[in-house]
């Protein structure tokens, strides 16, 4: 099958994007997916009709459906822990039982969801001007993602969020708070994560140092409900979940509350309902017509087969700022990995470097290497047909054409002899041809573009799950476990040993020169 898919690559060679527009009029409705009045619009890539045959049976035969019905119904797909996965179920709001060991997860899920709303609603009509989101990771990025995605939605307290464990983060942050109006939200699915732990400490400690009690100051969200009762948060203000929930497919649940008092429970309930629809099309919607597997067959396309190492996602709009970053965790701790799930070597590459920033500001940094750079970065646009400010509409008119001036670009290219035209009238002879040189763009540069009609709530929730569904789809083709972390385990093992040898209460010996060497940097200045 990969045979069959470089032998594709090795046909089209140097092909021209553009020329498949020019042969086939109807290109960009036959190459894009519309589902859930979304389009992603794929037609700007090397895709033809056996290429897109030739990944469709990738799917086929790494029994995709298979896998997808196995998730969706709460068996224990991810092997390494011994775990289901089912952060489907958490916007399943209206759909029917999920069984995982015989027990439906629904009941609690539910209750769980009404509680959150309870105290939702209790925070967002009390006095309390600030909420501290204290977590990292899947406890952090989704909620601080998605706060900031719908900032038009934004009517409750302030949410602030705290993730590192470097003192700077949460002092900044307390800066802004008033000590009687805060309430500190204590997200870790484990509760043991060392920089969540030392943060909620500090708050509290802060607290404290303000003449304020910290009762009722903490609530906790974690599936480890003794530990937080430990730090001292009253069980009624503990969320908890099951450990079916990944920690990066974990803001649908729990983890989403500083969101939901953010925008209100009607809101977020929308943000489920988008979630719910993308699972809905995700798991009805034939293969070719399934938005989410046709965005990981382009991925895979590019990155396993082409071997594009990275993958730019280039929001047009502002407020998916967070969104690479966000993205980064899921796609890359769930599919940066180099054994499959039978303990082998991977077949092929794992998965690629994903990173980004929001369009336009990306245009005036690092485009010039996307355009004209050595290495090919397949980029993923996203843009919304409308924004928010309405009395602002020629601010998201130029935004809307510079995103698609940006693949018009990358796909067309300049020629020398067009770039000999451009400069035709200031230079003359060699000058003229080694500045015409300088000004030639290769093109025929893949990308990919997501239009909705506006972010709101429930197009977020179905732009995350469309993601998550990728990652599943590209790991199975891939035969990854996406859902356990073990690479994130060595540094944490090595981080507490060094804690003391960092302090001074122990010595360094037995490290590497190179980490004896920078110790001793620390300690010289006064570290
Ligand atoms: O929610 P927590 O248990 O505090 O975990 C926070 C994060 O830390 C870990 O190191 C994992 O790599 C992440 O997947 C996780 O989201």
Same mark, same amino acid.
């Given at each position: 099958?990969?045979?069959?898919?470089?032998?594709?690559?090795?046909?089209?060679?140097?092909?021209?994007?553009?020329?498949?527009?020019?042969?086939?009029?109807?290109?960009?409705?036959?190459?894009?997916?519309?589902?859930?009045?979304?389009?992603?619009?794929?037609?700007?890539?090397?895709?033809?009709?056996?290429?897109?045959?030739?990944?469709?049976?990738?799917?086929?035969?790494?029994?995709?459906?298979?896998?997808?019905?196995?998730?969706?119904?709460?068996?224990?797909?991810?092997?390494?822990?011994?775990?289901?996965?089912?952060?489907?179920?958490?916007?399943?709001?209206?759909?029917?039982?999920?069984?995982?060991?015989?027990?439906?997860?629904?009941?609690?899920?539910?209750?769980?969801?009404?509680?959150?709303?309870?105290?939702?609603?209790?925070?967002?009509?009390?006095?309390?001007?600030?909420?501290?989101?204290?977590?990292?990771?899947?406890?952090?990025?989704?909620?601080?993602?998605?706060?900031?995605?719908?900032?038009?939605?934004?009517?409750?307290?302030?949410?602030?969020?705290?993730?590192?464990?470097?003192?700077?983060?949460?002092?900044?942050?307390?800066?802004?708070?008033?000590?009687?109006?805060?309430?500190?939200?204590?997200?870790?699915?484990?509760?043991?994560?060392?920089?969540?732990?030392?943060?909620?400490?500090?708050?509290?400690?802060?607290?404290?140092?303000?003449?304020?009690?910290?009762?009722?100051?903490?609530?906790?969200?974690?599936?480890?409900?003794?530990?937080?009762?430990?730090?001292?948060?009253?069980?009624?203000?503990?969320?908890?979940?099951?450990?079916?929930?990944?920690?990066?497919?974990?803001?649908?649940?729990?983890?989403?509350?500083?969101?939901?008092?953010?925008?209100?429970?009607?809101?977020?309930?929308?943000?489920?309902?988008?979630?719910?629809?993308?699972?809905?099309?995700?798991?009805?919607?034939?293969?070719?017509?399934?938005?989410?597997?046709?965005?990981?067959?382009?991925?895979?396309?590019?990155?396993?087969?082409?071997?594009?190492?990275?993958?730019?996602?280039?929001?047009?709009?502002?407020?998916?700022?967070?969104?690479?970053?966000?993205?980064?965790?899921?796609?890359?701790? &769930?599919?940066?990995?180099?054994?499959?799930?039978? $303990?082998?070597? +991977? #077949?092929?590459?794992? *998965? /690629?470097? !994903?990173? %980004? @920033?929001?369009?336009?500001?990306?245009?005036?940094?690092?485009?010039?290497?996307?355009?004209?750079?050595?290495?090919?970065?397949?980029?993923?646009?996203?843009?919304?047909?409308?924004?928010?400010?309405?009395?602002?509409?020629?601010?998201?008119?130029?935004?809307?054409?510079?995103?698609?001036?940006?693949?018009?670009?990358?796909?067309?290219?300049?020629?020398?002899?067009?770039?000999?035209?451009?400069?035709?009238?200031?230079?003359?002879?060699?000058?003229?041809?080694?500045?015409?040189?300088?000004?030639?763009?290769?093109?025929?540069?893949?990308?990919?573009?997501?239009?909705?009609?506006?972010?709101?709530?429930?197009?977020?929730?179905?732009?995350?799950?469309?993601?998550?569904?990728?990652?599943?789809?590209?790991?199975?083709?891939?035969?990854?476990? &996406?859902?356990?972390?073990?690479?994130?385990?060595? $540094?944490?093992? +090595? #981080?507490?040993?060094? *804690? /003391?040898? !960092?302090? %001074? @209460?122990?010595?360094?010996?037995?490290?590497?020169?190179?980490?004896?060497?920078?110790?001793?940097?620390?300690?010289?200045?006064?570290?």
């Amino acid at each position: 099958m990969w045979d069959d898919l470089k032998n594709h690559a090795a046909r089209i060679g140097d092909r021209r994007i553009l020329s498949l527009f020019e042969d086939n009029p109807n290109r960009a409705t036959e190459f894009s997916t519309e589902a859930l009045g979304m389009v992603f619009d794929y037609s700007k890539t090397q895709l033809d009709e056996q290429i897109r045959g030739a990944l469709l049976a990738l799917v086929e035969r790494a029994g995709v459906a298979q896998r997808r019905e196995a998730m969706f119904t709460g068996k224990k797909i991810n092997e390494t822990e011994g775990r289901a996965v089912l952060h489907t179920a958490l916007r399943n709001l209206d759909g029917g039982a999920v069984p995982v060991d015989g027990a439906d997860v629904m009941p609690g899920v539910l209750d769980t969801l009404r509680r959150m709303e309870a105290e939702a609603r209790a925070l967002r009509a009390s006095d309390v001007t600030d909420v501290v989101n204290i977590g990292i990771g899947g406890s952090d990025l989704g909620p601080a993602m998605a706060v900031r995605a719908l900032a038009p939605y934004h009517d409750g307290p302030r949410c602030h969020f705290v993730s590192n464990v470097d003192g700077a983060d949460i002092a900044d942050t307390l800066k802004l708070c008033d000590p009687e109006r805060t309430v500190f939200i204590v997200a870790s699915k484990t509760f043991t994560t060392i920089e969540t732990m030392t943060n909620a400490q500090t708050a509290k400690a802060w607290l404290v140092e303000k003449g304020v009690s910290a009762e009722g100051r903490f609530i906790a969200l974690s599936s480890n409900v003794a530990k937080a009762a430990e730090f001292g948060i009253l069980e009624s203000r503990v969320f908890g979940f099951e450990d079916w929930v990944g920690g990066r497919y974990s803001m649908w649940g729990p983890i989403g509350l500083s969101l939901m008092v953010a925008i209100g429970p009607e809101n977020f309930r929308a943000f489920l309902a988008g979630g719910q629809a993308m699972d809905n099309h995700f798991r009805n919607a034939p293969p070719h017509e399934n938005m989410a597997v046709m965005l990981a067959l382009v991925g895979i396309w590019h990155n396993q087969v082409l071997g594009h190492a990275t993958r730019a996602v280039l929001p047009y709009d502002n407020r998916l700022a967070r969104l690479p970053a966000y993205l980064q965790q899921l796609e890359m701790e &769930s599919n940066g990995k180099g054994v499959s799930m039978d $303990g082998a070597d +991977l #077949a092929c590459h794992s *998965g /690629p470097v !994903v990173w %980004g @920033e929001p369009g336009t500001n990306g245009q005036h940094a690092f485009y010039q290497l996307i355009h004209q750079g050595t290495r090919v970065v397949p980029c993923e646009f996203m843009v919304a047909a409308r924004g928010h400010e309405d009395d602002l509409r020629h601010h998201h008119h130029l935004l809307v054409a510079n995103c698609l001036a940006q693949s018009e670009a990358l796909m067309r290219g300049r020629s020398l002899d067009e770039a000999r035209a451009k400069v035709a009238g200031q230079f003359t002879g060699d000058e003229l041809e080694r500045q015409a040189r300088h000004r030639v763009f290769p093109g025929n540069r893949p990308s990919t573009t997501l239009i909705y009609p506006r972010l709101d709530p429930e197009t977020l929730g179905r732009i995350i799950a469309l993601y998550e569904h990728r990652v599943f789809v590209e790991g199975v083709i891939l035969n990854i476990n &996406s859902y356990d972390q073990w690479g994130v385990e060595l $540094g944490k093992e +090595l #981080a507490t040993a060094l *804690g /003391p040898m !960092v302090s %001074g @209460e122990q010595d360094s010996a037995g490290k590497d020169g190179s980490t004896r060497a920078l110790l001793d940097f620390i300690h010289r200045h006064g570290g």
